[in-house]
């Protein structure tokens, strides 16, 4: 057996202890490495922005929960119309201005004699009538066959598109009803105000005299003068029920008047000379809408 002198021994076990000493030295470095490297990754995660730690990390979309058939419906906002009383009608009527018209500068002729003339005016506007406006522009014919073809049938191309609204309306609720008058010239206005003032018992020359105003009165509270009837402007309409009764007891009447007037509104319009406004013209009509 070959024997080591201890000096051998010595130096072996010497390179032996270092040798060990170097491998538990570099895995010591290796563990401080790696726990370096968790550390630091970590901290990389804590401290990227939200959202770029959201794009590494993909949570699964939760599951929608299924809608039911009561809430796959849309409710559509009611509209609240405004009440008026009669003479809020009144003054709405004169607060709007109607498009595609001019106001008259001279009152058209009545009666062919000025005297009598002005003093049927004097009486109408005494009354609550007022000069009101000519269409500037051309407007449409209605197609309503109860409308006379002599020029009368013609509304404002806005109030025929709100008739047919309002006239569907009507049949829908199985309401029928039809226009008998819609536009009317200044002469067409002047040949009906005096067949109704001669009927009445009228004198042009009494008149002139101050002699005739029970006459023109009560032609003034059915009928306007020329330059003063609210047909003039295209945007009035008289409706008349196909039930054959008088208007104001009509099935069309309790639909149209009822809750305010609230189908009249829905379609734009409103009582031209409603219940209890006073000084308005005429008596009330309710028919005539504007």
């Given at each position: 057996?070959?024997?080591?002198?201890?000096?051998?021994?010595?130096?072996?076990?010497?390179?032996?202890?270092?040798?060990?000493?170097?491998?538990?030295?570099?895995?010591?470095?290796?563990?401080?490495?790696?726990?370096?490297?968790?550390?630091?990754?970590?901290?990389?995660?804590?401290?990227?922005?939200?959202?770029?730690?959201?794009?590494?990390?993909v949570?699964?979309?939760?599951?929608?929960?299924?809608?039911?058939?009561?809430?796959?419906?849309?409710t559509e906002?009611?509209?609240?119309?405004?009440?008026?009383?009669?003479?809020?009608?009144?003054?709405?009527?004169?607060?709007?201005?109607?498009?595609?018209?001019?106001?008259?500068t001279?009152?058209?002729?009545?009666?062919?004699?000025?005297?009598?003339?002005?003093?049927?005016r004097?009486?109408?506007?005494?009354?609550?009538?007022?000069?009101?406006?000519?269409p500037?522009?051309?407007?449409v014919?209605?197609g309503?066959?109860?409308?006379?073809?002599?020029?009368?049938?013609?509304?404002q191309p806005?109030?025929?598109?709100s008739?047919?609204?309002?006239?569907?309306?009507?049949?829908?609720?199985?309401?029928?009803?039809?226009?008998?008058?819609?536009?009317?010239?200044?002469?067409?206005?002047?040949?009906?105000f005096?067949?109704?003032?001669?009927?009445?018992?009228?004198?042009?020359?009494?008149?002139?005299?101050?002699l005739?105003d029970?006459?023109v009165?009560?032609?003034?509270?059915m009928?306007?003068?020329?330059?003063?009837?609210?047909?003039?402007?295209?945007?009035?309409?008289?409706?008349?029920?196909?039930?054959?009764?008088a208007?104001?007891?009509?099935?069309?009447?309790?639909?149209?008047?009822?809750?305010?007037?609230?189908?009249?509104?829905?379609?734009?319009?409103?009582?031209?000379?409603?219940?209890?406004?006073?000084?308005?013209?005429?008596?009330?009509?309710?028919?005539?809408?504007v």
């Amino acid at each position: 057996m070959h024997m080591l002198e201890p000096k051998e021994i010595a130096k072996r076990s010497k390179e032996k202890s270092s040798k060990k000493r170097g491998g538990q030295a570099m895995l010591a470095v290796l563990c401080v490495l790696m726990a370096l490297a968790g550390l630091g990754g970590y901290w990389y995660l804590k401290m990227r922005p939200h959202s770029e730690v959201s794009q590494t990390i993909v949570q699964p979309a939760p599951r929608a929960a299924p809608k039911s058939k009561a809430s796959s419906k849309v409710t559509e906002p009611k509209t609240r119309l405004k009440t008026f009383t009669g003479p809020q009608f009144k003054d709405l009527y004169h607060s709007i201005s109607y498009p595609n018209t001019e106001p008259f500068t001279n009152p058209p002729e009545i009666t062919g004699n000025v005297v009598a003339d002005d003093h049927i005016r004097t009486l109408a506007e005494k009354r609550g009538f007022v000069l009101t406006s000519i269409p500037v522009a051309p407007i449409v014919k209605t197609g309503e066959k109860l409308i006379s073809a002599d020029g009368d049938d013609l509304l404002q191309p806005l109030a025929q598109k709100s008739w047919l609204q309002l006239k569907a309306a009507a049949n829908t609720a199985g309401v029928k009803m039809t226009l008998i008058s819609a536009y009317r010239s200044p002469k067409w206005q002047r040949d009906l105000f005096m067949q109704r003032l001669l009927t009445n018992g009228g004198n042009v020359q009494k008149i002139a005299d101050g002699l005739g105003d029970v006459a023109v009165n009560d032609t003034l509270s059915m009928t306007a003068v020329p330059g003063y009837s609210r047909h003039h402007t295209g945007y009035t309409v008289d409706l008349y029920c196909e039930d054959g009764v008088a208007f104001a007891s009509s099935t069309c009447n309790t639909w149209i008047s009822q809750n305010n007037f609230e189908q009249a509104k829905k379609a734009g319009w409103i009582p031209s000379y409603p219940p209890g406004a006073d000084v308005q013209g005429p008596e009330p009509e309710p028919w005539e809408y504007v």
